[in-house]
C-alpha cells in the first residue's frame, strides 16, 4: 500500500449510537449514499459533528481515507456462522470463512471467498459455449439471413454469422471476477488478503469486466460441468449483494460492503427451519414463492410471510422472521402482530409464529378472542456455540410441526363407516 495515505478507523456497533464524530459535508453525503441504513444525526449547536447509528447493517465503508468499520453485537464468528449455513446447511464448515475474531466483518469474509474460489481452480478455469453474433467473410454457425437482407442488401461477403464460442467469457466467470472486483474497492489491511485476491485475479484477465446491479443478479444453473464453483458463486452473489460499489457524490470518494443484519437473519431462520423439518424448498418456500395468497376477495392485498408449509394447496403453517422489532408505524403499536394475524387470516389458520432474534421481545402467546386467532412469539439467542443455536432451532421446529400436524388433523375428511 505504498503511497497511500493511513486509514483513520471508526468503529460503530449496530443500532447503537456513537460518540459524536467530525464529519465534512461531502463525507456526510458520502456515508448516506454508500450505506442507506446507516443514520447521521447533527449534534445541537456543534456544526459539522454528528452521532452516527448503522441500523441493522455490518460491514465497511470507506469514505477517502477514513474507513468506517460497522460492527455486529455477537461476535464475527457468530455472524459467518448465520451466514456460511444459511448458503450451505450441510457442509458449513468448509466455506472456509475466517471464523477467529477479526476487527470487522469485511476482512473476515475475505478468507472464505479466497479458500472456495482457489478450490475450484484447481480444477482449471471454467469454459462454457457462449452465443456471438459477427460479421465474416466466411460462414460459421448459421447465417442470419434477416440482418444479411437489411445491412448487407443481401450481398455477400461479409456475412452475418451466429455460432458458439468456446470462451472462459461466461457468466459464472464474470461474476466470480466482479466479486473479486468489488473487494478491491475497499482498501484490504492484511497483505495475505491481498495477496490471495491479487492471483486470483490474473486468473480472469481474459474475462470481460461486467458490472452487475447487486438487486438483479444472474441466476446460475448447475450441472457437473460447473457444480465445483457452485460455492464460490454463491459467496460472489453475496459479495455483490453487498452493494460494495465506488460513490463520488461531491468530491470525496468511496466505496462499501455492507450486510443487512435482518436478511441474514431471517435466511438463517428459514433454511434452518427448513432442515430440522425435512422439508423441500417447494413445500416450505421463501416468501411462499410460487405460491398466491392474497388478503381479500379481489386479490389486490398480496402476501408474502417469511415462513409458510403448504400440503399441496393448503397452507398448514405460517410465520415470519424479524431481527429486529419494528417500532410503531404511523401511531400503529405492534404491526408485527398484525403482520401475522393477516397472514393467519388469508391461510385461514388458527395460529401463526413470530420469531424475533433474543432480547427483542419475551417469548408468549399473544390470543386474538375476536379473530379466534393466537400468535407465539419465540426468540432465538444468536450469541451462543452453533450447536446451541440449531438446538434452539429445532425446538422450534418442533412448535412448527405440532402446529401443522394440528391443522392437518383438523381438515382430515371424515372417517366414513363400512357398511354391515
Sequence with gaps: MTGESPLRTTSLVEHRDSAPVKLSAAERESLRALAPGLSATEVAGEPGLYVLNPGNAVGAVQVGDRRFALRPKVAISRLLFLVSYSMDPRQWRRLGFDFAEDEDVFEAMIPGFAFQLEDALRGGLLNGYRLKEDSMHTVRGRIRIADQLRTRFGLIPPVECAYDEFTEDVAINQLLKAAITQLGHIRIRHAENRNRLRELAKAFSNVSPVRFDPRHLPEIRYDRLNERFRRPVEVARLILRARSFDARPGDVGGASFVIDLAKVFEDFVATALREALGLPPRLFPRQAGG???????????????????????RCVFVGDVKYKKTASTAGVQHPDVYQLLAYTTATRLPRGLLVYAAGEDVERVVRIPGANKEIEVVTLDLDREPADVLAQVDRIAEMVRTQASTVARLNAPPVVPLSP
Excluded at 291 to 313: A, F
Design 291 to 313: 405460491r398466491h395468497l392474497y388478503l381479500d376477495v379481489d386479490r389486490t392485498i398480496g402476501l408474502k410471510p417469511d415462513l409458510s408449509w403448504w400440503n399441496n394447496e
